[in-house]
């Protein structure tokens, strides 16, 4: 009886079992990519929210700027500097308390053609009890009762940078005070106001404030003698 030799043939590698799993190096490697993949999405959310909240930031500002701007501008086109709320020639002074300095004043007085007043001031950084919050100070007020009493114009989280806000009125002199010693007025100019403003709001997750600066000059239109 002859025997029968079997020949065994391995088995490829593609047919062999292959339910062992991942190995660890492999893991690891998924792990890695998805860690990359998570920290890259959380950076592209933080931008975006940044973005977002420095977007919003700005927005507020303008709009604040916007409302200030176009109420001080109106008052003094249709009106007049109030030159009786600085020094008078008598060297008496209003209730602005100030003479009108070359280099800018932080008060601004006006009056209509009905001669109703109202001033606008910067307020200091501190014991500005009339601004919305602490978080808002300075602020810019505003009064209609000769400065009895203030009120914020800017918003809440809104406030202005003092060192770079100021009132820049010109003449310093009065223009409609008929001087009797000379029979001359102490001025002939126009009055004009240049008006710098710089707003300043903080934006949450961004470490610098968003700012908003202004420079405008308006004229008065009124120039009666």
Same mark, same amino acid.
């Given at each position: 009886?002859?025997k *029968? *030799?079997?020949?065994?043939h391995? *088995?490829p590698p593609?047919?062999r079992?292959n339910?062992g799993g991942f *190995?660890?190096?492999?893991m690891?490697? +998924?792990?890695? %990519?998805?860690?990359?993949? +998570?920290?890259?999405?959380? $950076?592209?959310?933080?931008?975006?929210?940044?973005t977002?909240a420095?977007?919003t930031?700005?927005?507020?500002?303008?709009?604040?700027?916007r409302?200030v701007?176009?109420?001080?501008?109106?008052?003094?086109?249709?009106?007049?500097?109030?030159y009786? =709320?600085?020094?008078?020639?008598?060297?008496?002074?209003?209730y =602005?308390?100030?003479? %009108?300095?070359?280099?800018?004043?932080?008060i601004l007085?006006?009056? $209509?053609?009905?001669?109703?007043?109202?001033? @606008?001031?910067?307020s200091?950084?501190?014991g500005a009890?009339?601004?919305?919050?602490?978080a808002?100070?300075?602020c !810019?007020?505003?009064? $209609?009762?000769?400065g009895?009493?203030?009120?914020s114009?800017?918003?809440?989280?809104v406030? !202005?940078?003092a060192a770079?806000?100021?009132?820049f009125?010109?003449?310093?002199?009065n223009?409609f @005070?008929?001087d009797?010693?000379?029979n001359?007025?102490?001025?002939?100019?126009q009055?004009?106001?240049h008006?710098?403003?710089?707003?300043?709001?903080? +934006?949450?997750? +961004?470490?610098?404030?968003?700012? !908003?600066?202004l420079?405008?000059?308006?004229?008065?239109r009124e @120039?009666?003698?």
């Amino acid at each position: 009886m002859e025997k *029968t *030799t079997e020949q065994t043939h391995p *088995t490829p590698p593609s047919l062999r079992d292959n339910t062992g799993g991942f *190995t660890f190096i492999e893991m690891l490697l +998924v792990l890695f %990519i998805f860690v990359i993949l +998570v920290i890259t999405a959380s $950076d592209i959310f933080n931008r975006t929210q940044r973005t977002q909240a420095r977007a919003t930031g700005l927005q507020r500002l303008q709009d604040d700027m916007r409302y200030v701007v176009t109420k001080i501008t109106n008052d003094i086109r249709t009106g007049s500097v109030d030159y009786d =709320c600085y020094k008078r020639p008598d060297n008496s002074l209003g209730y =602005c308390n100030v003479e %009108i300095f070359a280099n800018g004043n932080t008060i601004l007085a006006l009056k $209509d053609a009905r001669n109703r007043k109202r001033a @606008y001031r910067i307020s200091s950084a501190v014991g500005a009890n009339e601004c919305v919050d602490d978080a808002s100070k300075p602020c !810019l007020l505003v009064s $209609d009762n000769d400065g009895q009493t203030w009120q914020s114009m800017t918003s809440k989280s809104v406030r !202005l940078d003092a060192a770079k806000s100021m009132f820049f009125i010109r003449p310093d002199k009065n223009p409609f @005070y008929l001087d009797p010693a000379t029979n001359a007025y102490l001025s002939n100019e126009q009055p004009r106001v240049h008006i710098r403003l710089e707003l300043l709001s903080d +934006v949450r997750g +961004v470490s610098e404030s968003a700012r !908003l600066p202004l420079q405008t000059t308006v004229v008065s239109r009124e @120039y009666k003698r």
